[in-house]
């Protein structure tokens, strides 16, 4: 079975500066991954995904993540934050085959200082 | 498009009380699925659908129920709700191929309370 490991439960950050969030995962071949973020009282929305080729993924608002396979790390990363970025983001993993849902992590809540 | 849409948006149940959560897609999607998130614990999958009449128990699928009888629909079914049942709870859906396979696409998620 699969499992995903985000290390920090809180983040603080001041506006502008950048933004590192890491993900470790589990598994036994390469899975796909997934970067959600959740604002208070919302649903989760998709930041970005890696499914097969380049290992650097683009996603929106500006957010990048890098698959690195001998790492087993799917890390989260933006130049520059804004405090609308405030959130908590969700790191997930996906087993190739099959239709089970994704295994998350437990979420890293991120502060923006202004 | 809607999206996937979950409906109440909040609830309050005593012990023991029932109650469905109705989740509704209009992506097409063949699968579904219904996740609950606790406090500082990420989400759990309760149960998933690859298509009507067929679902499958996820990592946490006691106390729960489910069905599909159309492609759109996924109600979640709490029979004797209990306290441990206090959570948010999330429908998504996904396509069975493609670009988007494995995508979770996520309703906005029903709170419930069980006092």
């Known amino acids: 079975a699969q499992s995903v490991t985000q290390p920090d439960i809180h983040i603080t950050v001041s506006e502008g500066a950048s933004l590192e969030l890491r993900c470790n995962y589990s598994y036994g071949a390469t899975p796909y991954l997934f970067w959600y973020v959740q604002s208070p009282g919302q649903g989760l929305q998709l930041l970005l995904k890696?499914?097969?080729?380049?290992?650097l993924v683009q996603g929106i608002k500006g957010f990048e993540a890098e698959f690195k396979r001998s790492q087993s790390s799917f890390n989260l990363r933006k130049p520059s934050v804004h405090w609308s970025d405030a959130a908590e983001y969700f790191c997930?993993?996906?087993?190739?085959?099959?239709?089970?849902?994704?295994?998350f992590g437990k979420g890293t809540h991120l502060i923006i200082q202004p | 498009n809607a999206g996937v849409t979950q409906t109440p948006k909040f609830r309050i149940l005593k012990i023991g009380q029932s109650m469905t959560l109705q989740c509704t897609q209009d992506m097409n999607h063949n699968y579904m699925y219904w996740y609950r998130q606790d406090p500082g614990m990420g989400l759990k999958l309760i149960y998933y659908?690859?298509?009507?009449?067929?679902?499958d128990k996820g990592e946490v699928p006691n106390g729960y129920n489910v069905s599909r009888s159309t492609t759109e629909d996924f109600p979640l079914r709490l029979e004797l709700a209990a306290p441990s049942q206090t959570s948010v709870y999330f429908c998504a859906s996904s396509p069975r191929g493609g670009t988007d396979f494995k995508t979770q696409y996520f309703g906005p998620g029903t709170r419930l309370l069980v006092l």
């Open positions: 997930a993993v996906g087993a190739r085959g099959g239709a089970d849902g994704l295994t």
């Open positions: 890696y499914f097969s080729g380049d290992t």
């Open positions: 659908s690859v298509g009507a009449g067929i679902t």
